[in-house]
């Protein structure tokens, strides 16, 4: 079955600290994963996808076929970075999502 | 601002009523979606649509309708036979349907209240 897990309700880091959100997920066929982001008070927005392999306000994420995950990364934390994040692998028409991180980035 | 719109914001419904929430986008996008959100889940799909007058059901569509008439409009109804339907309800949109380097625009959401 597919499914996206993402094993953090809760990730609380200091502000300059490296942040990584994990995500796994189950699929069989190629992969097409996204990372969502949700800031307080604001929509639902794409933060980046494994497709076009870029770097958005500092986060990566690399696909691990091996490791069938897709973990985000960033290597100094800042404040602004507090938010809810979602990661989400496509499946013909739909979007699968994972349960949601919560993170905190600490003064 | 544009894009996609829901309405209401807030919305407070007796058992045994239906109830419709609005989606509007001004994207002139051919895909819409319905899912619902709740505490400690991530998004579920309901309904979605890649094309006027056509719909599929999503994983979790009993006690849900929809209709797509116009390009721009996908309400959801949330029936009486919906047995849980206190949630917080979000509308989506994608340029094109399948398209793998798509992404998907959401509206503010809507938080449905069963009283």
């Known amino acids: 079955a597919q499914r996206v897990t993402q094993p953090e309700k809760l990730l609380s880091v200091f502000k300059g600290a490296p942040v990584e959100l994990k995500c796994n997920y189950s699929?069989?066929?190629?992969?097409?994963l996204f990372w969502y982001v949700q800031y307080s008070r604001q929509r639902l927005q794409l933060l980046l996808r494994h497709i076009s392999r870029e770097s958005i306000k500092g986060f990566t994420a690399d696909l691990n076929k091996g490791e069938t995950s897709f973990h985000l990364k960033k290597p100094f934390a800042q404040e602004e970075d507090s938010a809810m994040y979602y990661c989400?692998?496509?499946?013909?028409?739909?979007?699968?999502w994972g349960a949601g991180t919560k993170l905190i980035i600490k003064p | 601002d544009g894009g996609i719109t829901q309405s209401p914001k807030y919305l407070f419904r007796k058992e045994g009523q239906n109830v419709t929430l609005s989606c509007e986008q001004n994207?002139?996008?051919?895909?819409m979606y319905w899912y619902r959100q709740d505490p400690g889940q991530g998004l579920r799909l309901i309904y979605y649509s890649q094309i006027v007058n056509d719909f599929q059901k999503g994983d979790i569509a009993e006690g849900y309708s929809v209709s797509r008439e116009k390009k721009e409009s996908f309400p959801l109804t949330v029936t009486s036979a919906q047995k849980n339907p206190t949630a917080f309800y979000l509308c989506?949109?994608?340029?094109?349907?399948?398209?793998?380097?798509?992404?998907?625009?959401f509206g503010p959401g809507t938080r449905l209240t069963v009283l």
């Open positions: 699929y069989s066929g190629s992969p097409e």
């Open positions: 989400a692998l496509r499946s013909n028409y739909q979007l699968i």
């Open positions: 989506a949109s994608s340029p094109i349907p399948g398209l793998a380097v798509n992404e998907q625009f």
């Open positions: 994207l002139n996008h051919d895909a």
